[in-house]
């Protein structure tokens, strides 16, 4: 009998296990009264343990975040980001970054200025995800509100609890659940970045302003800006009666340089703010703008035209300079800002586009801070030292390849952000293929220009190629055949920021793979169904529609293995790296089963004619493909995490029971052998 009840007791808690909706995150929010007019919005996530909850700034091709939404108001205004805890930070070896989470409890803080004396209620929206070791839950929105008392009483702090209650399980005869899947209002300000389909990832303020440090000694070289430094020594040593003096008027146009990019910077911020800088670092509008704007840079920079500002500025600020003493040294660092503009406006531009991406405001102040370090350095030395211009190269046709290179950079540059629009919109239009193939393009074409094969408008009569030349060619060169074997699945890790990841693609094989695969079963040629891929890296037959997936299992008369997944789902991953490659269950997924993946977390809008009403939460419809993939898993198997597989045969009736995240090899084996000797 004991052993009889033991295994009922199992059995129970195995159905338990795998038919099980998880609610680990209970939402509370509160309310704090700062001063007369501002309020701190407080949202607490109460989190169970063994769960961990994901910051608001994670890389991009990460998990996806936690987010807030707040709903626009005349009756107050949106002080700073959203603050949050210190949390813990590891390196995750699935997506190889650096990611932050919280455990057991989180607090997130948004100031507010309140504009109104009346009682307000503010809604808003938290986006979120969770996982533990073994599964992720797809990502949830839960609806938000808060409550301010009029500032005519005393009433400072207002709790409100949140979070929604989900069953254990789901009733089959009903099929109800209050499973929390919330449109999105589309009157919302975002506070928070960082999506992950569609998005670009925070850069650190530190490698803003290398790059843009960097940058400035580049735009030093150019010919707009070398020939001027000693033409700018010349005029210090001569109004300078002492050395004394000339190096203090040397280290003021220094700093005048320094101040003058660092107030474009500063205006740009504010003109920006810091919640529409975090926005524009995910709009698609932003990313197709900028790489036009990069475009136009670049074919600047290669000879096409010159970007100058109006003379007119060149000439006044030339009689302000003429004046002398503190001021006319200012006016004099402001005409080499305007008469160098054509070659450092490309680049100031770019330095300001990327770290206006990173979504954060204080990053073109720090870009502009950099790059004026680098460019007002050697001008202020050289004044103050005139005789190292004996060491200084002479000016030459040397000067226009630096801007020709900097053209060629800016250009793959641009492409990016290009790519960005496709990844938020899903377009397809240019996958890992396709932007490799371009980069590729462009660094070989770079190669062939230093090595004097290819001539440019403003470019001199080469008649021999210098040691620096060769070796940039040849090094511009191996770096575009180091990307080759990217078009055949290679990861590239030194450029792995740039192009879109490797699921994103055409196909494992690169842009020469046919729809014909060899070695599927036993050396056959299979074509490739409608609606179905080869998912990289395996090369694994499957189906990302449910119907036409049924469909063609029918057809072939193989059982269906349904994978619910997410694209940010990490334990998904693991199982895909650490389990479907081995010898002994990749021959099974690719030739025994038809294989449909559900990705719950696909932010794609559902076509037209497809939006339906959400069973689980009556009033709401279901927008997105992710969405309704999400509330399939609960309906039907009443479980909402992944990863999550089921065996069923061509009535939809389960093989076996449906089984989670499954890291043990052999284990998994026997689960796959004996659904599909079930079905024949």
Not at 357 to 384: D, K, Y
Not at 398 to 420: D, I, M, P, Q, R
Request: hydrophobic letters at 45%.
């Amino acid at each position: 009998m004991k052993k009889i009840f033991s295994l009922l007791a199992f059995f129970a808690l195995s159905i338990a296990s795998y038919s099980q909706i998880h609610d680990p995150v209970k939402w509370s929010t509160s309310t704090q009264k700062i001063s007369d007019s501002e309020y701190d919005l407080i949202i607490t996530a109460t989190i169970e343990a063994k769960w961990h909850l994901y910051s608001q700034n994670v890389p991009e091709n990460g998990p996806i975040p936690t987010s807030f939404s707040f709903k626009i108001s005349p009756d107050f205004k949106l002080m700073g980001k959203t603050s949050e805890e210190k949390g813990h930070t590891v390196h995750d070896p699935v997506f190889d970054m650096e990611i932050k989470y919280f455990e057991n409890k989180a607090v997130f803080k948004q100031r507010i200025k309140v504009l109104s004396e009346k009682s307000l209620k503010i809604a808003g929206t938290v986006e979120f995800m969770v996982c533990d070791d073994s599964s992720c839950l797809p990502p949830t929105e839960i609806d938000l509100a808060f409550l301010i008392a009029g500032n005519k009483t005393n009433a400072a702090i207002v709790n409100t609890d949140v979070s929604k209650e989900v069953p254990e399980a789901v009733d089959d005869e009903n099929k109800e659940a209050s499973a929390e899947i919330v449109d999105k209002s589309k009157e919302v300000v975002t506070v928070v970045a960082a999506k992950n389909s569609n998005k670009t990832s925070n850069k650190s303020l530190l490698t803003i302003f290398i790059i843009a440090f960097f940058s400035g000694f580049a735009a030093l070289l150019t010919p707009c800006v070398f020939p001027m430094i000693p033409m700018t020594v010349s005029f210090f040593t001569k109004q300078s009666r002492t050395k004394a003096e000339g190096v203090k008027n040397a280290v003021i146009y220094g700093l005048s340089i320094v101040i003058i990019y660092v107030l474009l910077g500063l205006l740009v911020s504010f003109i920006f703010g810091a919640d529409a800088l975090n926005a524009l670092s995910t709009n698609v509008w932003f990313n197709v703008i900028f790489f036009f704007l990069l475009v136009i840079f670049a074919v600047s920079f290669l000879g096409a035209f010159e970007i100058v500002l109006p003379s007119s500025w060149g000439t006044t600020v030339d009689a302000q300079a003429d004046k002398g003493g503190i001021i006319g040294i200012f006016f004099m660092a402001l005409a080499l800002a305007i008469v160098s503009f054509s070659c450092t406006g490309p680049i100031v531009g770019t330095l300001l586009v990327e770290a206006a991406a990173g979504g954060n405001q204080i990053g073109p102040i720090v870009g502009m801070l950099g790059f004026s370090l680098a460019l007002a350095i050697p001008f202020a030395l050289f004044a103050a030292f005139p005789g190292w211009l004996n060491s200084l190269p002479k000016s030459g046709g040397w000067l226009n390849t630096v801007k020709v290179v900097l053209g060629f950079l800016e250009l793959a540059l641009a492409f990016k952000f290009l790519s960005n629009a496709d990844l938020v919109l899903q377009l397809h239009w240019l996958e890992r293929e396709v932007f490799l193939s371009i980069w590729i393009t462009i660094f070989i074409a770079l190669a062939f220009y230093l090595f004097g094969k290819i001539q440019l408008p403003h470019d001199s009569p080469l008649t021999h190629i210098s040691v620096g030349r060769l070796s940039l060619g040849m090094l511009s060169l191996a770096f575009a055949i180091y990307m080759i074997p990217g078009l055949w699945g290679a990861p590239l890790n030194l450029i792995s920021a740039f192009p879109p990841a490797q699921h994103y693609s055409e196909s494992p094989y690169g842009v020469g793979f046919s729809k014909m695969n060899s070695g599927m079963s036993s050396g056959e040629n299979i074509e490739i169904p409608d609606g179905a891929h080869l998912m990289p890296p395996h090369n694994i037959l499957a189906f990302n529609d449910y119907e036409k997936g049924l469909a063609y299992a029918k057809k072939v008369n193989k059982p269906v293995m349904i994978d619910f997944t997410g694209y940010a789902c990490v334990n998904c991953r693991k199982m895909e790296q650490n389990v479907w490659a081995k010898d002994e269950i990749l021959p099974i997924l690719k030739n025994d089963v038809v294989l449909i993946s559900l990705y719950v977390d696909d932010k794609r809008p559902l076509a037209n004619g497809e939006e339906i009403e959400s069973k689980l939460r009556p009033g709401k419809k279901l927008k997105y493909i992710g969405q309704k993939w999400s509330e399939f898993q609960i309906i039907k198997y009443g479980a909402n995490a992944q990863p999550f597989y089921v065996l069923m045969d061509h009535n939809e009736e389960n093989l076996i029971e449906p089984v989670a995240y499954t890291p043990d090899v052999e284990e998994y084996y026997s689960w796959l052998k004996k659904g599909i000797a079930n079905f024949k």
